[in-house]
T-cell receptor, first 117, second 111 residues
């Protein structure tokens, strides 16, 4: 179990630029989640995938955000035309959902900290 | 999903036992109770999960009364390294639910 890895760990960008983050989940995990976290708050759900299918996206999520999970393996989260309010820690998590009553807890990566100047 | 309520912050001292209680009055029959721990600049880490009575692992114990309307995470003999934010989540295990985090309980352990 190599854990969930995220790249980069830190990203500083200027307002208006596009950024892309990558998440590599635990290999046998079929679910992948993206969360965003700001100081003093708990992680806020953004979107999740079951294998390669994006099953749900937060209604609070701007159209500037898009996520993909080609082939059901790694995932990317892209933010277009970044704004200062996008500054946050972006967390990826994965889990194994075997059947309705046997899902595993979330395994999180250590996040990508985005600073928009 | 069941709404959870837990204290915003707690203070303790090294060597003490810490109990963090989470209220979840509208917990559903198929809901499990899961606790996560988060250190600064890291993602949350799963600590323990339970359905009823008591669950114990190498890190913590989870006490759940018969009515399941609350649960208590117990950390025995805390050390400075237990300073972290602790989140209580209540949801079905598996299925289409989305794990939802509140603000958690910020535990500070003092020397």
């Amino acid at each position: 179990d190599t854990g969930v890895s995220q790249d980069p760990r830190h990203k500083i960008t200027k307002r208006g630029q596009n950024v892309t983050f990558r998440c590599d989940p635990i290999s046998e995990h079929n679910r992948l989640y993206w969360y965003r976290q700001t100081l003093g708050q708990g992680p806020e759900f953004l979107t999740y995938f079951q294998n390669e299918a994006q099953l749900e996206k937060s209604r609070l999520l701007s159209d500037r955000f898009s996520a993909e999970r080609p082939k059901g393996s790694f995932s990317t989260l892209e933010i277009q035309r970044t704004e200062q309010g996008d500054s946050a820690m972006y967390l990826c998590a994965s889990s194994l959902d075997r059947d309705r009553d046997r899902g595993s807890p979330l395994h999180f990566g250590n996040g990508t900290r985005l600073t928009v100047t | 999903l069941a709404k959870t309520t837990q204290p915003i912050s707690m203070d303790s001292y090294e060597g003490q036992e810490v109990n963090i209680t989470c209220s979840h009055n509208n917990i559903a029959t198929n809901d499990y109770i899961t606790w996560y721990q988060q250190f600064p600049s890291q993602g949350p880490r799963f600590i323990i999960q339970g359905y009823k009575t008591k669950v114990t692992n190498e890190v913590a114990s989870l006490f759940i009364p018969a009515d399941r309307k609350s649960s208590t995470l117990s950390l025995p003999r805390v050390s400075l390294s237990d300073t972290a934010v602790y989140y209580c989540l209540v949801a079905p295990r598996g299925g289409s639910y989305i794990p939802t985090f509140g603000r958690g309980t910020s535990l500070i352990v003092h020397p």
